[in-house]
Nanobody
Framework: QVQLVESGGGLVQAGGSLRLSCAAS????????MGWFRQAPGKERELVAG????????HYADSVKGRFTISRDNAKNTVYLQMNSLKSEDTAVYYC????????????????WGQGTQVTVSS
């Protein structure tokens, strides 16, 4: 069984930075992918960044390109989301997800989820 543990969410002023972490335990993520999703009130959950575990191939939503960076630490089985130049529209609950089969772009493709962490950007 895979467990995902998130940390790093909180409050930040517009223009500031925040780093989210997601540590996986209980099962190897070889040949799988991990992604960061977010969901704002009244909106669908959307992928903001994903990374394939083996190849390092990444995907970013257009709205965060140039501002967010996803990275991995294989030894720690941890993925990070570095968020810079934060905007009020980045405010959402952020979720860490794991896809056993590849870098899926839809939340329905993901098999495991973290608990979610609130990111609030004040203007």
């Amino acid at each position: 069984q895979v467990q995902l543990v998130e940390s790093g969410g909180g409050l930040v002023q517009a223009g500031g930075s925040l780093r989210l972490s997601c540590a996986a335990s209980g099962r190897s993520f070889s040949r799988s992918a991990m992604g960061w999703f977010r969901q704002a009130p009244g909106k669908e959950r959307e992928l903001v960044a994903g990374i394939h575990w083996n190849s390092g191939r990444t995907h970013y939503a257009d709205s965060v390109k140039g501002r967010f960076t996803i990275s991995r630490d294989n030894a720690k089985n941890t993925v990070y989301l570095q968020m810079n130049s934060l905007k009020s529209e980045d405010t959402a609950v952020y979720y860490c997800g794991a896809d056993r089969h590849g870098l899926g772009l839809s939340p329905k493709e993901y098999d495991y989820w973290g608990q979610g962490t609130q990111v609030t950007v004040s203007s």
